[in-house]
């Protein structure tokens, strides 16, 4: 198991949140 700092948790949610958002748009253009 990781130990993350906040700031790490911080990031990899904005990672994650940004590669969901890219997800849900390119189906809606396919």
Known sequence: ???L???QV???D???GD???SLIV???LA
Request: glycine letters at 6%; a negative charge.
């Open 26 to 28: 390119g189906q809606d």
């Open 5 to 7: 700092t906040q700031d």
């Open 1 to 3: 198991m990781y130990l």
């Open 10 to 12: 911080n990031q990899l």
């Open 19 to 21: 590669l969901s958002y």
């Open 14 to 16: 904005a990672v994650a």
